[in-house]
């Protein structure tokens, strides 16, 4: 199993500021994800980041807005850039190694743009 | 400490059969509760969300129920399609809708 911790796991932010969101994983995993859960919405996938490759966006998501860092295979971190109230969400990252049964979860990171 | 359950863990039908996926929770103080779709070496698509206040909800084919009280959720796929095999997640948060806890999968290969 992997286990996975994010930071923050909350935060209040000032429009047009960015946040950074950390997402650590306790072994080495080559796919990771992150997503965002905005207030009433389903969760919905922002991007995948594989180690040594550019991170591939979903549709709706660019990444001037969203920039995701992969240095390494433990490590991955997503920038919300020039917030908006629009942008208050959850922040999820999750791992795997390919197969849903080796899919993990972090605990979230709560934003809240004001 | 919730614990999210699927049953069954793998399925396979032919084409055209309606199908029903379950997945158990034990702590109904649940915000929402969500079936997802993977597909290998993909993230999650998200297919139905489901509000703690509401019973039900529709997509297309899909049709998702939720009993609080008892700590279920069925998801009916109705006319399986080939393009329907996948593995099927539901996931529940807690009640300040964050922590989400995911169920293991149902692993579904519909036949042509």
């Known amino acids: 199993s992997a286990v996975i911790s994010q930071k923050p796991s909350r935060d209040i932010c000032q429009r047009g500021t960015s946040l950074t969101i950390q997402c650590q994983v306790d072994s080495q995993v080559t796919m990771m994800f992150w997503y965002r859960q905005q207030p009433g919405q389903s969760l919905t996938l922002i991007a995948t980041a594989n180690q040594g490759s550019e991170a591939t966006y979903e549709s709706g998501f660019v990444i001037d807005k969203f920039p995701i860092s992969r240095p390494n295979l433990t490590f991955s971190t997503l920038t919300v850039s020039n917030m908006s109230p629009e942008d208050s969400s959850i922040y999820l990252c999750?791992?795997?190694?390919?197969?849903?049964?080796?899919?993990?979860f972090g605990p979230g990171t709560r934003l809240l743009v004001l | 400490k919730q614990e999210v359950t699927q049953i069954p863990a793998a399925l396979s039908v032919p084409e055209g059969e309606n199908l029903v996926l379950n997945c158990s929770f034990t702590?109904?103080?649940?915000?929402?509760l969500q079936w997802f779709r993977q597909d290998p070496g993909k993230g999650l698509t998200s297919l139905l969300l489901i509000q703690s206040s509401q019973r039900e909800q529709t997509s297309g084919r899909l049709n998702a129920s939720l009993d609080k009280s008892s700590g279920r959720s069925t998801l009916y796929i109705a006319a399986s399609q080939p393009g329907d095999s996948a593995t099927y997640l539901c996931a529940v948060t807690d009640n300040y809708g964050q922590n989400f806890v995911f169920g293991p999968g149902t692993r579904l290969s519909v036949l042509p």
């Open positions: 702590d109904s103080a649940i915000y929402n």
């Open positions: 999750s791992v795997g190694q390919g197969g849903p049964e080796t899919q993990y």
